[in-house]
């Protein structure tokens, strides 16, 4: 079964033939109205005239049907058929004998008048009473007036009439049509531009936003619609959050399980390494200064250092919170980098305001993440140039920045920074920066890292400022 057409136009469609079935209904039911009463109008106006034509013309005959003047009667017939629409004038006396009968060729199609010849009572031709008999309405019929008529003319009159009523009609129907066109375009435009985002939306541009209408309904609509466009935005970023935190935790909670078992199943080894490397080094027959024995020992610290790196990522443990002196905290860092760095061509400055406490803080993870920021910048120097840490506490913020002047971050790498085991450097493990996430986190605070405009990186970490005691 084919389904009806109908269904398938659009309401811009729907509209127009609506409105455009309805205005032509209504022009040409008035114009038929206006035409019938017209017809009637013109026609008793046409019938009244030829009407009054007979009357004139059986009152001016009363004389001549009496005596049978027919000379009389054919002027008087003659000078009605000088009118254009009048066809054939008869008149008959009172036994219906045609005394005159004039014709001439008009084209039909006719009607016909009939008008008696009354006789007044104050004739003066008394004698000729006795032969005519006296009609129901006391008057004296001696004649009958019988006129042919055509009614060709309007007949033309009416059909121009009809044809220009057609053209107005038309042409009106087709101006209304046209406002009407913009106006429900105006109307419908905002709705199909509703349907193309919402087409957009489901192809996945959620960036999308419908344009407020000129009607109040329409900016209504498409403010509703946007809003519910923005809840469905946020509530899809929440989801793909969550998701890609669970997949985060997932991955995490399997690479800790190996970080653990690949520490412990090295730990032990490399304690026994090292314990014997000791053991060599005290044999007079070794010299302390092998390039080799420099570099066992060298590799056997890295090594040291990644499984604690493993370690504390694997587990972390729970945050010891107490009140913390994080001056003097951020300080002592600063200072044992300082005596590290004392050969160095690096210049570590500190703009730390004295006696900045904070209530809830475990000292010994954040002092991790302090250290091995500041550790990647003095890096990213090459131990040259200048590093600089700055502390403030203001709007109850806790904030920490340490900056340096090496070659910056590579725009594609700053949302990887804190992903695990990423890293630019051939000797990193790629934990550092995730362990100060998961600290930072712990800690209610944020960690992020920019380009400087002068050059360089700078790390901020930014803790909420807690100064009162720890809840017992």
């Known amino acids: 079964m084919k389904g009806n057409p109908l269904k398938n136009l659009g309401i811009h469609a729907k509209l127009l033939l609506s409105v455009f079935a309805l205005i032509s209904a209504t022009t040409f039911t008035l114009g038929y109205a206006g035409i019938s009463i017209s017809r009637q109008f ?32 054919n ?68 004649g009958m007036v019988k006129i042919t008529y055509s009614t060709i003319y309007i007949e033309q009159i009416l059909t121009v009439m009809a044809k220009r009523f057609i053209w107005f009609s038309a042409g009106l129907t087709c101006l209304a049509g046209l406002i009407f066109y913009f106006l429900s375009r105006s109307m419908v435009r905002p709705v199909t531009q509703l349907a193309q985002v919402a087409r957009g939306v489901a192809r996945g541009d959620m960036e999308l936003r419908a344009q407020p209408g000129g009607l109040p309904e329409t900016r209504d609509l498409a403010v509703a619609f946007n809003s519910m466009l923005d809840s469905i935005k946020r509530n899809r970023d929440a989801l793909e959050d969550a998701y890609q935190e669970i997949i985060q935790q997932t991955t995490l909670a399997e690479m800790g399980k190996f970080s653990l078992m690949v520490a412990h199943e090295v730990k032990n080894p490399l304690s026994i390494i090292k314990s014997s490397l000791d053991v060599l080094k005290s044999d007079p027959s070794f010299s302390c200064n092998d390039v080799m024995i420099f570099y066992m020992e060298d590799e056997i610290g890295r090594l040291n250092r990644m499984i604690e790196d493993f370690l504390a990522f694997a587990k972390p443990g729970r945050p010891c919170f107490r009140q913390v002196d994080v001056s003097a905290l951020i300080e002592d860092i600063v200072e044992k980098f300082r005596l590290q760095k004392a050969d160095s061509e690096v210049e570590i400055r500190s703009e730390i305001p004295p006696g900045l406490y904070h209530g809830r803080m475990d000292p010994d993870m954040f002092s991790r993440v302090i250290t091995n920021i500041l550790k990647n910048a003095l890096e990213a120097n090459g131990d040259k140039g200048e590093v600089l840490v700055t502390v403030s506490g203001e709007d109850e913020t806790l904030r920490v920045e340490i900056a340096d002047l090496g070659d910056g971050i590579d725009k594609g790498n700053i949302d990887k920074l804190f992903e695990p085991f990423f890293t630019t450097r051939s000797k990193g493990t790629g934990l550092g920066l995730t362990y100060a996430l998961q600290v930072v986190k712990a800690h209610n605070g944020t960690i992020t890292a920019r380009n400087r405009r002068e050059g360089g990186a700078c790390f901020s970490v930014e803790l909420p400022l807690d100064t009162g005691p720890i809840p017992r």
Not at 42 to 69: C, H, M, P, T
């Open 75 to 142: 002027k008087l017939a003659a000078n009605l058929m000088t009118e254009d629409d009048v066809a054939r004038v008869i008149i008959s006396d009172r036994d219906k004998r045609e005394l005159i009968a004039l014709s001439r060729d008009v084209p039909g199609p006719f009607s016909t008048v009939e008008e008696p010849v009354l006789l007044s009572e104050s004739a003066p031709y008394d004698e000729l009473l006795k032969w005519y008999s006296i009609s129901d309405q006391g008057t004296k019929v001696v």
């Open 42 to 73: 013109i026609q008793d106006r046409f019938e009244k005239r030829i009407s009054s034509l007979a009357k004139y013309l059986a009152l001016n005959a009363e004389l001549g049907v009496l005596i049978e003047n027919r000379g009389m009667l």
